[in-house]
């Protein structure tokens, strides 16, 4: 037939890393479950009234000092969250820090009656403190049960 095999050596294209990102909205290499060192106060909407009050400021003098408009501080002093560049703006004209370093919300701090250090022992027997307790309990009525029992059909 005289057909004849050619045989080709595949070649590694040397790949650019700039090609491997996702395109798009948002920003690009960025870990979004990471967290920052820092996060806005629990209490941020009280220090900066009480901030705003000791200079004598009104709502409406504090918008205008940072180009915002007053509904946007009421709604931050009423504790709704407010964008990150109006939290800077804030806390740059009133000298206050309303960011804190960020904790764990599963770190919790246990204490004991005593003066003495709290050992393993004592925190496997607070579950079962609790659960005594529970024990002691007077069951309430359920739901649907009248007090006065069943309904007699008397005639």
Known sequence: MGLSVERQIPTVMPSNPASYQVTGKGLTG???????????????????????????????????RINERANTIQKVENGIR????????????????????????????MTSDDSREMTISDARDIPQEAERSRKGKKKGRRLGVSRSG??????
Do not use: C, Y
Not at 37 to 43: C, H
Not at 150 to 155: L, T
């Open 150 to 155: 069943a309904r007699s059909r008397r005639q």
């Open 82 to 109: 407010p964008t990150d560049s109006v939290i800077r703006k804030i806390g740059k004209i009133l000298n206050l820090r309303l960011f804190v370093d960020s904790m764990p919300k599963n770190a919790r701090m």
């Open 30 to 64: 960025i870990d979004i479950m990471t967290k920052d060192p820092e996060e806005l106060a629990d209490d941020f909407h009280t220090r900066i009234r009480a901030a705003r009050k000791a200079k004598g400021w009104s709502q409406g003098d504090l918008a205008r």
